[in-house]
């Protein structure tokens, strides 16, 4: 069930004993209406492993999980009462792109600066950044390396 909670990636720490042992894990705090967050931290995973900021006392969720294109996530309600961070735009965001890849190779470029201004706001996206994901050198040049695939 969709919420009106939302998780905002605020730090990381990697885990020095007991399982995940030596695993980074992503810091979340969690923001939104008085009445959800009351009902978030009543939920059975935050009675079992309750977290905190020490400062403000803002509930998070400590996970092993890092969006790569997005700091701060809609949190939906799972059907046993526990919460998790709905990943399905940027799911939907790198399906598209491999889709581009496979299909569309001329249009990556203009997707990857779309989605890059689109997510993090800076402007188009540097040269060198293209040519990574296109398998291009800086100049436009493609790579020995690089499969691009069949293009006709």
Known sequence: MNTNLKAKRVGNYVRKDGDHQGKTFYIYEINGPKDELEKFVKSPSQKKWPRKNKLTGAPQIHTMYMDPLRKENPLYEKQDGNYTLDKSETRDDLGVLSALR?????LVESFTNNLAERCWGT????????????GTTPEGEV?????????E
């Open 123 to 134: 402007g188009k996206a540097s040269s060198a950044t293209g040519a990574l994901i296109l």
């Open 143 to 151: 790579k020995p390396e690089a499969d691009l695939g069949k293009v």
């Open 102 to 106: 496979n299909e569309a190779p001329e």
